[in-house]
């Protein structure tokens, strides 16, 4: 007789996607949220980034399209990340920042080895009014040394423009000056939004206001990662 009870899962710990345009907060809530799971952040821009700044084959491509900010082709970020989720620590879970960005990344992620098609991985649509991005971008400062990010007015390091951190110089990101911004507004309309679609029938998709203070919209991810088992 077939044995009838339920098949036990591997445990394979939280995984979270995140969505939203340019500005949303996804690397800020990330961050939060990776350190409170003890959980890898896997963020794409900041693995462009060094990539650019190591001078590797990768980053030679990526360099002159991140700066206009268009986006770097799918099949170099798919393997980016399937070779980054093969990593030990990934097994714990994971939370993915600024990937998937296309429906094909989104569907070469359900087919990497820690990658995931099921319902279990959340999804968090973070949401905010674009003149609110405008602003955001416009005043953020970033570390080139250990990548945090700051804004002039919203979340100031202590002493002037160096990091709090490792008190390297603060600079500007390239591509967050205006023409770029501008492009990566687009590229998010036209490629990154229509996967909202594509994952809102997931029961763990969750659209969330960004247009709060970072501590408030962390309590909200907070509560939504703690209340499911
Ligand atoms: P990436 O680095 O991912 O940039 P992005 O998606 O444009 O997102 P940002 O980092 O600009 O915004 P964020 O949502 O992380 O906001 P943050 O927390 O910093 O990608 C850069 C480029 O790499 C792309 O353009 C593309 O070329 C390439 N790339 C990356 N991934 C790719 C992929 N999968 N496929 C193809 N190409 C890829 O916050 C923004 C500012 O607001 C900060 O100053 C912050 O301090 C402040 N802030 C944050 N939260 C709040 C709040 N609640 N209230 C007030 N201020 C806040
Ligand atoms: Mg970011």
């Known amino acids: 007789m077939a044995d009838a009870r339920p098949q ?19 690397g800020t809530q990330a961050a939060r949220l990776a350190g409170h799971l003890r959980i890898p952040k896997i963020s794409t821009g900041d693995m462009l980034r060094e990539a650019i700044a190591a001078g ?8 002159p399209l991140m700066e206009k900010g268009g986006l770097v082709p799918d099949e170099l970020l798919n393997a980016l990340i399937d070779e980054r989720l093969r ?4 097994v714990r879970g994971y939370i993915l920042d600024g990937f998937p960005r296309t429906l094909t990344q989104a569907e070469g992620f359900e087919h990497m080895k820690q990658g995931d098609s099921t319902n279990h991985v959340y999804v968090f649509n973070v949401e905010v009014p674009r003149d609110e991005l405008l602003r955001r971008l416009s005043g953020r400062r970033w570390c080139p040394h250990c990548q945090s990010t700051y804004h002039v007015y919203n979340n100031p390091p202590k002493d002037d423009s160096l990091c709090d951190k490792d008190r390297t110089l603060l600079i500007q990101r390239e591509d967050d ?4 911004v501008a492009r990566r507004l687009a590229e998010y309309d036209e490629r990154t939004a229509p996967l909202i679609d594509y994952y809102r029938p997931r029961s763990r998709f969750h659209t969330v206001n960004g247009y709060r203070t970072p501590d408030a919209v962390f309590s909200e991810l907070e ?3 703690g209340k499911e088992p």
């Open 8 to 26: 036990l899962q591997p445990a394979m710990g939280v995984r979270v996607i995140f969505l939203g345009p340019p500005g949303a907060g996804k």
């Open 56 to 63: 590797s084959a990768l980053g030679r491509v990526a360099g």
């Open 87 to 90: 990593k030990p620590d990934a």
């Open 177 to 180: 000056k205006e023409t770029a």
């Open 223 to 225: 509560g939504l990662v």
